[in-house]
């Protein structure tokens, strides 16, 4: 039984692909999450990716309601767009939309994901897939009149 700690740690560091053993003990995480005002949930969060939109429209912040995010699993995310210069909600939008891509392979997500407004001002996501593992990005795509943004982050699914 208490074999399979030290195995879990060790595919830990190697899917991290550093060097390191262990990194230093220093004071706060390495977590540059939003903290603001949420209060404490029991659900389980992965680290927030946040995107700033190819104009600078928008700020993209995408939480994972789980961690790590899986393969081939439907998962959920909380999706908040920020107002760049303000720090404020940004909310001058016409249209919305969350989908992910493996850029190496030239294919999406094989689905659509509905956004749902939340309380808080942001939006859950239900329902996203990566269906492999290896190199996706997330997309999350604002239409404001004629103009039309998209940020995107970076997600790495590994074994
Ligand atoms: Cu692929």
Known sequence: MRLSIPVILSLITLGCGAGEQDPPASDAGT???DRTDEP?????RGETLEAL?????FIARITPLVDPMPMNEAFSVSLSLIDPESGAPFDAYDAVSIDARMPAHKHGML??????PQEDGSM????LLLHMYGHWELHVDVQKGARF???????RLQY
């Open 31 to 33: 977590s540059v999450a």
């Open 111 to 116: 689905r659509d994901v509905g956004l749902t």
């Open 124 to 127: 859950r996501a239900d329902g």
């Open 53 to 57: 939109s190819s104009g600078g429209m």
């Open 40 to 44: 404490a949930s029991p659900e389980v």
């Open 149 to 155: 943004e998209r940020a995107q982050v970076s997600v």
